[in-house]
């Protein structure tokens, strides 16, 4: 019991820092900040559920969640059909070679035995599969970026809503992590670091350069919403009314409503995911995972297949990730890949699940919350300290100028400050593991 009320003052406690920034600072602020909490959080929970519940250590977090953005574009985006009909069958063709290439070669290193021959049969059978879809891939993605470059040169998606993105993102996030698992999970924990890093590094590298499927660097802006837009909002009689009852203007009031019908939205999915991990976590199941985190010499000695399992958790971990990355996406209507950094996307989401309290689903989600808020909120908080302390210095003082302009750093030295404080005084983290 004494667990549980310090979990709940501790949300409370959470949710009194956004309701203040609300009033100090505006609601709409409030609110976006609320809504990256969530997503956030969603991210955190996929760590956990690797790393708490295995004790897998994934570095890649950034890819995922990159696979999980790319797929609100291929599900959302409308077609481009003068790029489709330039040099799409170009490309079904490639993927079909490529699909067709590694059957061939699992085909044949099943039938064949091992020795020379085999080894020359698949190096074959790859060597003329790779220059055979190339044949046809580089002239379908050269006429493809071609169209329109500086709107389009790309094929686009599907144009069905972004919402099944999340449910598609979750997927490729996790057939990638099913492949990278067969590779790297039989690798020692700081080898499986550096490789799940490498890897993300590899995703992230495709989908800045190429612009056939995703435009690259010119992003894809303007992608359809899940909620009304506020100009429409703005124009209805009904919206205005509600507007004038509650005291304030359309244009205001339109913000923080499309801001609530987001954060519902992202509670839904946070709320069903943490359910079900909480379902799995105390299952037959998750004290399975938990034993083999913490022996696994001993939990494959009762018959327990370790790598099997480590796979299995690996995947749907890395799924959660995805549908976080859909969520991010469908958040800002657009899909940057350049904006895909390993601070923002690998280690400050590490930095949650500490400081949240690793194995314990509830602590990564309050992670999630007080990590994002202070990233956010350091800036002018620093800038409120920094005029506080120079407050007795003149106006054109060099040193009270220095200071107020370093404001802006605040953030990552709050980061360390807050993982610093909580390994001190809490080590297993604001909600520890039971």
């Not at 205005?240 to 339109?254: C, H, I, K, M, N």
């Not at 969520?327 to 996307?345: E, I, K, N, V, W």
Request: with cysteine; charged share 10%.
């Amino acid at each position: 019991m004494k667990g549980n009320l310090r979990a709940i003052l501790m949300f409370v406690a959470m949710f009194a820092a956004l309701a203040a920034v609300g009033l100090i600072q505006s609601w709409s602020l409030a609110l976006a900040i609320l809504n990256l909490c969530l997503i956030s959080a969603v991210m955190s929970l996929g760590v956990n559920i690797q790393w708490g519940y295995a004790g897998l250590f994934n570095v890649g977090i950034m890819g995922f969640a990159a696979l999980g953005g790319v797929t609100g574009v291929l599900i959302s985006a409308a077609p481009v059909t003068a790029a489709w009909q330039a040099g799409g069958s170009g490309i079904v063709i490639a993927l079909a070679v490529s699909l067709a290439t590694i059957l061939a070669a699992v085909f044949a290193s099943r039938r064949m035995a091992a020795g020379l021959l085999r080894k020359l049969i698949l190096t074959l059978i790859i060597v003329a599969g790779y220059f055979l879809a190339r044949n046809f891939f580089d002239p379908a993605t050269t006429v493809i970026e071609a169209v329109e470059p500086a709107k389009t040169g790309y094929l686009g998606g599907l144009g069905l809503p972004i919402l099944f993105s999340w449910i598609a993102g979750g997927l490729l996030a996790a057939a990638v992590a099913w492949l990278v698992g067969k590779i790297a999970l039989g690798l020692r924990s700081d080898y499986l670091a550096i490789a799940t890093l490498g890897i993300s590094e590899i995703i992230i590298a495709v989908l800045k350069n190429e612009d056939w499927l995703t435009r690259g660097v010119k992003n894809v802006s303007g992608l359809p919403r899940p909620v009304p837009y506020e100009v429409d909002l703005q124009q209805t009689l009904w919206f205005q009314d509600w507007a004038a009852r509650l005291g304030a203007t359309p244009v205001e009031f339109s913000s923080i409503f499309v801001k609530l019908s987001y954060a519902g939205l992202f509670a839904m999915v946070l709320l069903v995911l943490l359910w079900l991990a909480q379902r799995a976590l105390h299952s037959p199941w998750g004290r399975m995972m938990r034993a083999i985190r913490d022996n696994e010499l001993a939990a494959a000695a009762m018959g327990k297949n370790v790598t099997g399992r480590h796979l299995q958790v690996f995947v749907i971990g890395s799924a959660v990730v995805g549908i976080a990355g859909a969520m991010l996406t469908t958040l800002d209507g657009q899909f940057t890949p350049a904006s895909y950094q390993p601070l923002r996307f690998t280690f400050v989401i590490w930095v949650m699940v500490i400081v949240g309290g690793s194995g314990n689903n509830w602590g990564a989600v309050l992670g999630g919350f007080v990590i994002w808020f202070f990233w956010i909120e350091a800036e002018p908080i620093g800038l409120w300290l920094m005029d506080l302390l120079t407050a007795g210095l003149a106006e054109d003082s060099g040193l009270r100028r220095h200071l107020l302009d370093s404001a802006a750093h605040m953030r990552l030295m709050t980061m360390g400050l807050i993982l610093l404080l909580v390994l001190r005084f809490s080590p297993r983290g604001l909600i520890p593991e039971k």
